[in-house]
C-alpha cells in the first residue's frame, strides 16, 4: 500500500530533550515536507526537500532540523523541544505537480 | 508571498444539499497548482481534488467540483448531495509550479458541519 509512514503518533517530552520524529515515504516520490497544525493557524510548512540531500526551510523553520540522506526517509528533529512546539506535525510526500499525500500526524506534547 | 485566504470559517449545510467553499489566493505567478484538502475527525489529510492553473477546464472529481477564476484569484469547492461522512476541516492549498522552491501555503481551512 502507498503510504507515508510517520512515528510516533503521540509524544509527551519535557523541555529540553532531544527527540526525533521518523518519516518514511513508499511511492520513491521526490518531494517531502513537514508541517505543523496548530488551532485557528491552519498548516503551516516547517522544512521540505526537493531531493536527496536537497532540504530548506518552509515558513516556520527555527527550532527545528531535518535531513534527506536516502529518498525515502525524511526526519524531523527538535534538538531542545519547547513548549512553543507543542503542536500536531504531519510528514507528506509527492511527486512534482501532484498534490501531497499525507501520514497520519504526530501529536507532540512539551511539558 | 503568496497567500491563501478561507473566509468562511465555519459552514453548515443540510444533508443531500449542496455547498460552496470559498478560497482566494494572492500570487505575482501564472502557472501553479491549487489544492482542496479534507481533513475529518481522525486528522488524516485527504486531498480532495487538484486543479492546474493552466487549464481552463474546472477539476471535478465525483460529487467535488470547483470554480476556479484565474482572473479573480478564487478556487471554491462544491460539494453535491452532501453527506454526513462529508463533515470535516476543508483547506485550501497553493503550490507553485515553478522549480525554485517547493513552498505549499495552507488556508486556515473551514470547517464543514452537515445537518441531518
Known amino acids: 500500500e502507498a503510504q507515508v509512514t510517520q512515528n510516533p503518533r503521540y509524544l509527551i517530552t519535557v523541555t529540553g530533550k532531544k527527540l526525533t520524529v521518523t518519516c518514511s515515504q513508499n511511492?520513491?516520490?521526490?518531494?517531502m515536507s513537514w508541517y505543523r497544525q496548530d488551532p485557528g493557524l491552519g498548516l503551516r510548512q516547517i522544512y521540505y526537500s526537493m531531493n536527496v540531500e536537497v532540504t530548506d526551510k518552509g515558513d516556520v523553520p527555527e527550532g527545528y532540523k531535518v535531513s534527506r540522506k536516502e529518498k525515502r526517509n525524511f526526519p524531523l528533529i527538535l534538538e531542545s523541544p519547547s513548549p512553543n512546539q507543542t503542536s500536531l506535525y504531519f510528514c507528506?510526500?509527492?511527486?512534482?505537480?501532484?498534490?501531497?499525500?499525507f501520514g497520519s500526524g504526530t501529536r507532540l506534547t512539551v511539558v | 508571498a503568496q497567500t491563501v485566504t478561507q473566509s468562511q470559517p465555519e459552514m453548515s449545510v443540510q444533508e443531500a444539499e449542496t455547498v460552496t467553499l470559498s478560497c482566494t489566493y494572492d500570487t505575482s505567478e501564472s502557472d501553479y497548482y491549487l489544492f482542496w484538502y479534507k481533513q475529518p475527525p481522525s486528522r488524516q489529510m485527504i486531498l480532495v481534488i487538484r486543479?492546474?492553473?493552466?487549464?481552463?477546464q474546472n477539476a471535478t472529481e465525483n460529487r467535488f467540483s470547483v470554480n476556479f477564476q484565474k482572473a479573480a484569484k478564487s478556487f471554491s469547492l462544491k460539494i453535491s448531495d452532501s453527506q454526513l461522512g462529508d463533515a470535516a476541516m476543508y483547506f485550501c492549498?497553493?503550490?507553485?509550479?515553478?522549480?525554485?522552491?517547493?513552498?505549499?501555503?495552507f488556508g486556515k481551512g473551514t470547517r464543514l458541519h452537515i445537518l441531518p
Open positions: 492549498a497553493y503550490r507553485s509550479r515553478m522549480n525554485r522552491d517547493d513552498k505549499i501555503i
Open positions: 486543479q492546474e492553473a493552466y487549464k481552463q
Open positions: 511511492m520513491n516520490h521526490e518531494y
Open positions: 507528506a510526500s509527492s511527486r512534482q505537480g501532484s498534490g501531497y499525500t
